[in-house]
């Protein structure tokens, strides 16, 4: 089993940066796909980011394709977003999921996703 906490969201003005983390319990992180999802109110959540076991392959939503960049530090078993150039409509709470055995073509896929963390918010403000 595998418990995530998210950090580092907050209040940042448009254009702005953050740097999420999600750090992961337990000794197999490096075994797992990392995935960033969010979700704004009234919405579903959806795909942000993700990352293969030993970063090989990143995948991103068209959304955030080049301001964001999802990496991890399997010594420390935690990944990170970070986001530049953020907009009002990147308001929304930020959860990362770890999977296993994760093909590429399902890493936008919350079905695939077997661990969530709480969530962290992000507010962008005009």
């Known amino acids: 089993q595998v418990q995530l906490v998210e950090s580092g969201g907050g209040l940042v003005q448009a254009g702005g940066s953050l740097r999420l983390s999600c750090a992961a319990s337990?000794?197999?992180?490096?075994?797992?796909?990392v995935g960033w999802f969010r979700q704004a109110p009234g919405k579903e959540r959806e795909f942000v980011a993700a990352i293969t076991e030993s970063s090989s392959r990143t995948y991103y939503a068209d959304s955030v394709k080049g301001r964001s960049t999802i990496s991890r530090d399997n010594a420390k078993n935690t990944a990170y977003l970070q986001m530049n150039s953020l907009k009002p409509e990147d308001t929304a709470v930020y959860h990362c999921?770890?999977?296993?055995?994760?093909?590429?073509?399902?890493?936008?896929?919350?079905?695939?996703?077997?661990?969530w963390g709480q969530g962290t918010q992000v507010t962008v403000s005009s």
């Open positions: 999921a770890t999977a296993s055995s994760l093909p590429a073509w399902a890493s936008s896929q919350r079905t695939w996703y077997d661990y």
């Open positions: 337990g000794r197999t992180f490096s075994s797992y796909s």
